[in-house]
C-alpha cells in the first residue's frame, strides 16, 4: 500500500506542476502583452480627461496641460510608448551573450589544477601495492619444478611525488565609477504682484490690488496653504467684498463671505486649502491647487457680476 500511496503522490504532484506551469504560460503569453499593449491607452485617457487631477500632477513634462486635453493625452501616450521601449532594451541587455561569457575563463582555468591533484593522489595512493607485488614472483618461481611458467614481470616506476603548483589567474576587479551627488538648490517660491485695477467696486476713488504666491513650497498636494492670492485697497475709502467672487481661467470659483471689508491699506489673503475664516485670512477648503505655476489670470467680479480687477501672470 506504501508504494501505492507514494506513486499517487508523485502523480498528484506532476498534475499540480502542469497547472502551474500552464498557469504561468497564461500570465506571461496572454495576459502580461494585454497589460502593455493598453497601458499607454489607458495613460492617455487618463490625462486627456485628467482624471483624479493627473494631467496637473505631470504638468511638468513637455507637452503636457494642467487641465488635460486630447493634446495632453497624445504626448501622454507617446511617453509611455516610449518608457516600455526603454525598459525591454535594459531587459534584452540583461539577456546579452556577453554576460556570460564572462564568466568560462576562471572555470576553465581552474580545471587543470583539479585534474593535476587527483592524479598525483592515485599515483600516491597505489605506490604501496605495486612495491608488495613485486616481491612475490621469487617464491613462485621456487615452487614449481616442472615446466616453468613465464611469469610476467611487473616493473614499478615510482615517480617523485612532488607537488606541482598551479597559479590560478585571479580577474583583475573592474574599476567602477561612482557618481558623485550633485546638491540641487531649492526654489525660491515667488509671489506675483499686479496693480491692474479696473474698477473700485462701489467707489471711484478706490482701487485693488492682487499679488499671487502661485507656487507652494514642496509637494503642492501636502502644503496648499502656501498658495494664496491677497487683495489690497490701495484707495482712500472702504472696500464692501461682501459676496463678491474670485476666479481663475479654469472657471474654479470662490465666494467671499458676507461683512469682509477693506478700509484704505488692508489686505486680505485667499488661501487654497483648509482653515478657519478670520477678518484678514480667508479658506478656499479644496484638496488640489489652483494656481498654475506655469501662468493663469486672477478675476475679481463684484456682486452684480461685473469685472472688478483682474491679473494675468507667467
Known amino acids: 500500500m506504501s508504494r501505492l500511496d507514494s506513486f499517487s503522490d508523485k502523480l498528484n504532484s506532476a498534475r499540480n506542476s502542469r497547472w502551474r506551469f500552464l498557469l504561468y504560460l497564461i500570465i506571461v503569453f496572454v495576459l502580461l502583452p494585454v497589460v502593455l499593449f493598453l497601458l499607454p491607452f489607458m495613460v492617455a485617457g487618463a490625462i486627456a480627461t485628467n482624471y483624479r487631477e493627473a494631467a496637473h500632477r505631470l504638468s511638468f513634462l513637455p507637452g503636457i496641460s494642467e487641465t488635460g486635453g486630447v493634446v495632453s493625452g497624445v504626448v501622454a501616450f507617446v511617453y509611455t510608448f516610449i518608457a516600455l521601449s526603454v525598459f525591454g532594451a535594459v531587459l534584452n541587455l540583461g539577456d546579452s551573450p556577453e554576460t556570460t561569457a564572462s564568466n568560462q575563463p576562471a572555470a576553465t582555468t581552474v580545471a587543470p589544477a583539479a585534474t593535476t591533484q587527483s592524479a598525483l593522489a592515485e599515483t600516491d595512493t597505489n605506490t604501496p601495492a605495486q612495491e608488495e607485488t613485486t616481491s612475490d614472483p621469487p617464491a613462485t618461481?621456487?615452487?614449481?619444478?616442472s615446466t616453468p611458467t613465464p611469469t610476467p614481470t611487473r616493473t614499478t616506476v615510482r615517480t617523485a611525488s612532488t607537488p606541482t603548483t598551479t597559479a590560478v589567474p585571479t580577474p583583475s576587479p573592474t574599476p567602477t565609477t561612482t557618481a558623485v551627488p550633485t546638491q540641487t538648490p531649492t526654489p525660491t517660491p515667488t509671489t506675483t504682484t499686479a496693480a491692474t485695477t479696473i474698477a473700485g467696486g462701489g467707489s471711484d476713488d478706490s482701487q485693488l490690488s492682487i499679488?499671487?504666491?502661485e507656487d507652494a513650497i514642496g509637494d503642492e498636494y501636502d502644503n496648499l496653504?502656501?498658495?494664496y492670492v491677497t487683495l489690497t485697497n490701495t484707495g482712500e475709502s472702504t472696500l464692501d467684498l461682501s459676496m463678491w467672487q474670485i476666479k481663475d481661467i479654469a472657471d474654479h470659483t470662490y465666494?467671499?463671505?458676507?461683512?469682509?471689508?477693506?478700509?484704505?491699506?488692508?489686505?486680505?489673503?485667499?488661501?487654497t486649502g483648509h482653515g478657519t475664516d478670520t477678518d484678514t485670512e480667508l479658506y478656499w477648503g479644496?484638496?488640489?491647487?489652483?494656481?498654475?505655476?506655469?501662468?493663469?489670470t486672477v478675476f475679481v467680479f463684484d456682486t452684480d457680476g461685473e469685472l472688478v480687477a483682474e491679473h494675468t501672470y507667467g
Open 141 to 145: 618461481t621456487a615452487t614449481t619444478p
Open 255 to 271: 465666494t467671499i463671505p458676507r461683512s469682509v471689508t477693506l478700509a484704505p491699506g488692508e489686505s486680505v489673503t485667499l488661501y
Open 211 to 213: 499679488s499671487v504666491h
Open 286 to 296: 479644496r484638496d488640489a491647487p489652483v494656481w498654475n505655476n506655469n501662468g493663469d
Open 225 to 227: 496653504d502656501d498658495e
